[in-house]
């Protein structure tokens, strides 16, 4: 017992220092300093825990997988792996916060405790050992998300795409709910393990699959397949993104994302990873949908927000086919969408930063109309947003190219291998890249080559807001630079899973 | 990692942390910007030299230079590549000559560059060609290479054009760019080849996997490996040299890059990076002695380009023009050199170049800062008493590119002509000997138009012409001393050089690239000969010295001379009758054989209206076909979005619909 205690440390810590946020907020009342402090300082602890529980619990190389409370939570180099992610999301998310919700009066303190609820489900995602655990998890996870989307109480955009959020979020949990009761019904067992060992056993026994199986699998997928926002279930994106306040936004084009990737890999890796052969089929579909609607539709989009929302939905595609790679046998399709993961978080939280910096005086749009002239009036903010937008595109040497380039790689290996759809899957990619690049330098060619529509003075940034974005800045070149000992912390936590 | 690997990757790291410093605070610190751009070249090379000095003790037994592993840049997969440096002799030759060279020059810039605007961002630039070079010379594969190859193009960019509201200099920095460029696509299908081949960019692998292990001697049938043959590798490398050396055709740039400022044309377009070409071939002599074919094209555009440039200079008027096309012509004679098989010889007289060339252009640039930014030298002459120390250093530079013994440029001319003959290329060695009469002629020339004779100076110039600060005067006499002394110390076959060394009967610099340059020639299948006074050797001796000096009395003859006792006018008169003489000649001369007038035919004019055609094409055409595609996928797009109606019903109906379609298709898949 005090070891599962001590398994599930760092999302005890988490929850304190949510709690610990919401105890300062009473105390010391609308003061930003002690919110910062305590939230900041509570991440580093918790992912300072993170890193020694990893270690002391599930060995040095992270293969070692350890079960907690009978089975309900596992710690292994994966859970490790994506604990750290969701940390670093949800302290960008938090640095990059406060320029913003300032300027419109709204309070900081609540902001970083709903966010960090939301890093304790996504924390629990990862660990879950359990499918009930996992559909828990996934609540906390989405539920502050509905909170944050309407964060923005007084504004009528903010509040409608929380609403369109939350109902069709608890439509598609149901469904989720429902596929989880048929899976236990026709395995007979919650248990991630117990259902994988039941499904290998049926898939080895031949014969097709018991009919509550199959219809259980399509609303697993369904439920999973809004939750990372993929076509044919992507409905709810822009609404919602384009209505939240931009740092929400930005949070939710990678939080939840991820924190649902995450659910994939538990789920369908993991639990269902003897139907492999299976579900590959849904996936490529899915995959081509979904990377292609998005780039088709960000394409004509004048919002930048919503251009990006769009561009998220194609970037959800891309990490698709490192799935599907790996459904395909190749382990490389795994390291990619964990490296893809890492990646696509710290540049899309770059480039929404950005685009919330320029909001910093309330009432500023979002439209590409306000970037016309950026390069001149803030050129340092403008070559950031320049830097993200190109790691987006998937330009060298950032992180956006070794990203698309590792799940590319790996389609392509599947594809000689046999899996000639998986390879048709990488074309298809590629192609979308590149189209994917008109919409991106399209916002670089506003920012250095059009002249403003009004003269506005450059606004001050704080910082918090300099420093976030320096740091995401350098992460994305070294990441692209240097990849190489990433990709090491990468391929442990994919072994973890798939090896 | 170990000191010496850490050392070496300090080489590099001192420069760049300069050049990011300067970078990010270089603007508030005006005058003083200097300071932190300068003191890590110097540290640079201080650490090069120790490095140097030692690292052969270190050498784990079986390889013959330090390698470090600085990070794996690229692993995807099958295809790998290390962000990695290697120091051999032959980087440790260039290493002295780019991190002095370098240094001299940024600390002659402080007083030369003083009064310029832009002081901190001249220092930031610099800085940048320092790391690129250095990892250029450095680098231990042909991605790390290609990537310094490009840097040092893009910082000799930024250079050239330093000054760019002057439009010459901005227009040159262009050209230069862009001429590199043919060459660099050349090259970058070279390095493309050599993966194909070798399927590795490890610089020292992929030979050896290209032409088999250095004991294997002569080519196996790995030479063909991987479907390329070796020839072709070679001479797409060989491309990439020809531009950045600047060889024929792609010459062009060299004498236009002039417009930078003078530390400049003595770093970059003089010393260092038009020498990353020689250094390419000479790293990859196993490939080219491979390739006995491309060989001799090297040898053959290599003294091409050596008459060609020493025939322009003899008319130039511009003093900083005359220095470039001679350093054209000297890169030439260093590419006929590598193309005979006589690598040694090459490098030799490349680092002969480096110094020499240097001084000549410091000097020159002297000279300029003297008479007001004046570089035509019929406004100058009489500058001898004025400037002393300019006057005596660059009067030393003259007469060892001239080939006068015993100064180190001699040793080195004499031994590629030398070698030359030997190895059976004599039309090599008479063109060579032209070539080396012109040389003699126009430094002499240059020195008698600029500071003997009378004054020519601006009137109203001429009283406030004084001799350069001390940061200025003491790099010339710096760079004086190895121009003097290199050759002998580097050939002396005797004591008491040699036996110290431990390299005895083959000079020190012969030993010492030995290791570099065997496997190339074990493949040629040449044998060192001992150097015979009283034979061969001694015949080519003897009339290289008299060519030399054929030219320099020539020289003195027409445009007079004031050493010493030696004093005689110049003649005009006699000059004008001889360029009257022979008309055609002379105008080909001063029009540069009328290079630009052909560039500007074939590129601008016909190249223009194919360029005019080709775009009715693309605007009429592929453009008509994309925008085609361009409205469809907006259109398609525009559809796809009007999907978004905004209503919550219609998105949850969407949701159950696809529902039924992902049940339905998991029973069409499950149902076997």
């Known amino acids: 017992m005090p070891n599962d205690i001590l398994a599930l440390g760092p999302f005890i810590a988490a929850v304190s220092v949510a709690i610990a946020v919401l105890l300062v907020d009473i105390a010391v009342p609308g003061r930003r300093g002690p919110v910062l402090v305590v939230s900041l300082g509570g991440l580093a602890l918790v992912a300072a825990l993170t890193l020694t529980t990893g270690q002391a619990v599930a060995g040095g190389d992270g293969t070692l997988r350890v079960l907690a409370f009978g089975g309900a939570y596992v710690v292994d180099g994966l859970t490790t792996f994506l604990d750290l992610i969701f940390v670093g999301i949800v302290a960008f998310t938090i640095v990059f916060a406060p320029d913003y919700l300032e300027a419109r009066g709204l309070p900081l303190a609540e902001f970083a405790m709903v966010l960090l609820f939301a890093m304790t489900g996504a924390m629990l995602i990862s660990g879950a050992g359990d499918l009930l655990v996992l559909f828990v998890a996934l609540e906390l996870m989405v539920l502050p998300g509905y909170m944050l989307a309407g964060y923005h109480k007084s504004d009528g955009y903010s509040t409608e795409g929380a609403i369109k959020y939350f109902l069709l979020g608890s439509f598609s949990s149901a469904i989720f709910l429902f596929g989880l009761a048929f899976t236990w019904g026709a395995t007979g067992t919650t248990s991630i393990e117990g259902v994988s060992g039941a499904l290998a056993a049926a898939v080895a026994g031949g014969g097709a699959l018991a009919p509550a199986l199959v ?108 799935l599907a790679a790996f459904a395909a046998g190749r382990i490389e399709g795994l390291e990619g969408l964990l490296y893809y993961g890492a990646a696509y978080s710290v540049m899309n939280l770059g480039a929404f930063a950005v685009v919330a910096a320029i909001q910093r005086r309330a009432g500023v749009t979002s439209g590409l109309d306000t970037f016309a002239g950026l390069g001149r009036r803030e050129p340092w903010l403008a070559i950031l947003m320049t830097l993200f937008l190109l790691s987006l595109t998937g330009i060298p040497p950032t992180a956006g190219f070794f990203a698309k380039a590792y799940v590319i790689l790996a389609a392509v290996q599947a594809g000689n291998a046999g899996y000639t759809a998986v390879g048709i899957l990488a074309v298809i990619a590629v192609i979308n890249a590149a189209a994917a690049a008109f919409y991106y330098l399209r916002v670089v060619v506003y920012m250095f080559m059009r002249e403003p529509r009004s003269e506005d003075a450059a606004m001050a940034h704080g910082r918090l807001m300099w420093g976030g974005l320096v740091v995401a800045s350098v992460l994305t070149v070294v990441l692209g630079l240097i990849p190489g000992p990433f990709l090491d912390i990468v391929g442990r936590a994919a072994r973890a899973i798939g090896g | 990692m170990t000191l010496h690997q850490m050392l070496v990757f300090l080489i590099i790291a001192l420069p760049l942390t300069g050049f990011l410093v300067t970078a990010l605070v270089g603007r508030r610190l005006g005058l003083n910007a200097f300071w932190i751009p300068v003191a890590p070249v110097v540290g640079s090379w201080l650490v090069a030299m120790y490095v140097i000095a030692t690292f052969h003790d270190v050498l784990p037994a079986g390889t013959d230079g330090i390698a470090v592993t600085l990070w794996q840049w690229i692993p995807a997969g099958t295809f790998t590549v290390d962000f990695g440096l290697f120091v051999d002799n032959l980087t440790a030759v260039l290493l002295v000559v780019v991190t002095t060279v370098g240094m001299l020059v940024h600390v002659y810039s402080i007083g030369y560059m003083r009064h310029d605007p832009g002081y901190w961002r001249f220092f930031v630039y610099l800085n940048l060609f320092m790391v690129s070079m250095l990892l250029l010379v450095l680098a231990d594969s042909w991605l790390v290479l290609f990537l310094a190859w490009e840097l040092v193009g893009l910082s000799s960019y930024l250079l050239i054009g330093f000054w760019y509201r002057k439009r010459t200099a901005a227009e040159a920095s262009k050209k230069a760019f862009i001429t590199n460029r043919v060459g660099d696509v050349g090259f970058a299908l070279g390095i493309m080849a050599i993966w194909v081949n070798t399927g590795t960019l490890n610089i020292r692998d992929s030979i050896e996997l290209l032409v088999g292990p250095a004991s294997m001697g002569a080519t196996g049938s790995l030479a063909f490996a991987g479907g390329i043959p070796v020839w072709v590798i070679a001479l797409l490398l060989f491309a990439g040299a020809v531009g950045k050396s600047a060889q024929f055709p792609l010459h062009v740039w060299l004498p236009d890059a002039m417009e930078g400022p003078t530390p400049v044309s003595a770093l970059i377009h003089a010393a260092t990076m038009v020498n990353a070409g020689v250094y390419l071939v000479a790293r990859a002599n196993p490939i080219f002695a491979s390739a006995p074919e491309a060989m001799a094209f090297v040898a053959a555009i290599g003294i091409f380009t050596a008459i060609l440039a020493a025939s322009i200079a003899l008319t130039q008027t511009d003093i900083k023009r005359v220095l470039a096309y001679s350093t054209l012509s000297q890169l030439g004679y260093m590419f006929a050199a590598l193309g005979v098989g006589a690598f040694t010889a090459a490098i030799f007289h490349l680092m002969a170049q480096g110094f020499t060339k240097g001084l000549l252009f410091l000097a020159s640039g002297s ?45 080195s001319k004499d031994e590629i002509l030398g070698e030359s003959f030997k190895l059976g290329f004599q039309w090599v060695w008479a063109i060579g000997i032209l070539v080396a009469v012109m040389t003699a002629f126009y430094m002499f020339r240059l020195i008698g138009l600029t500071f003997w004779g009378k004054s020519r100076v601006d009137p109203a110039v001429e009283p406030k012409i004084h001799e350069s600060p001390r940061t200025m005067t003491v790099p010339l006499w710096l760079l004086a001393i190895p121009s003097v002394l290199l050759g002998i110390a580097l050939t002396w076959p005797g004591p008491p050089l040699g036996p110290l060394f431990g390299m005895e009967g083959e000079g020190l610099l012969g030993g010492y690239l030995k290791p570099i340059f065997e496997h190339g020639q074990e493949i040629l299948g040449r044998r060192e000969e001992a150097f015979q006074l009283a034979g061969i050797d001694g015949m080519l001796l003897a009339i290289s010295i008299a060519v030399a000096l054929a030219g320099m009395l020539a020289a003195w003859r027409l445009f007079g001379v004031e050493i010493g006792p030696i004093r ?14 022979v008309p055609f000649l002379y105008r080909a001369s001063a029009n540069n054989w009328w290079f630009d007038d052909i560039n500007n035919l074939v590129f601008v004019v016909v190249g223009g209206r194919i360029a005019n055609a080709l775009a009715w094409f693309d605007r009429n055409v592929v453009d008509g076909v994309v925008n085609g595609i361009g409205a469809l996928t907006r259109r398609s797009g525009g559809g796809l979005a009007r999907v978004q109606t905004g209503r919550v019903q219609n998105y949850a109906l969407g949701i159950a619909l696809g529902l039924i379609a992902m049940a339905g298709s998991y029973f069409v898949i499950l149902g076997r």
């Open chain 2, 568 to 581: 005689g006018a110049s003649r005009p008169a006699l000059v004008a009758s001889l360029t009257k003489r």
């Open chain 2, 367 to 411: 000279v300029i800062h003297a008479v007001h930014d004046e570089q035509d030298m019929r406004k100058m002459g009489g500058l001898r008493k004025k400037l002393p120390h300019t006057y005596r250093t660059m009067l030393i530079g003259a007469i060892a590119m001239s080939g006068i013994p015993p100064l180190a440029a001699f040793f």
């Open chain 1, 215 to 322: 219809l259980g699998l399509g609303f697993l997928t369904t439920g999973v397949a809004f939750k990372i926002a993929a076509v044919p279930f992507h409905y709810w994106t822009p609404d919602a993104y384009q209505g939240s306040p931009t740092p929400v936004t930005g949070y939710l084009s990678v939080g939840p994302k991820v924190g649902a990737f995450a659910l994939i890999l538990r789920l369908f890796v993991d639990a269902l990873g003897p139907l492999r052969v299976d579900w590959l089929q849904v996936v490529i579909i899915l995959a081509v949908f979904t990377m292609t609607l998005g780039n088709l539709v960000a394409l004509t989009q004048s919002n930048v927000k919503r251009m990006l929302a769009y561009s998220s939905i194609a970037h959800t595609g891309y990490m698709l086919v490192g």
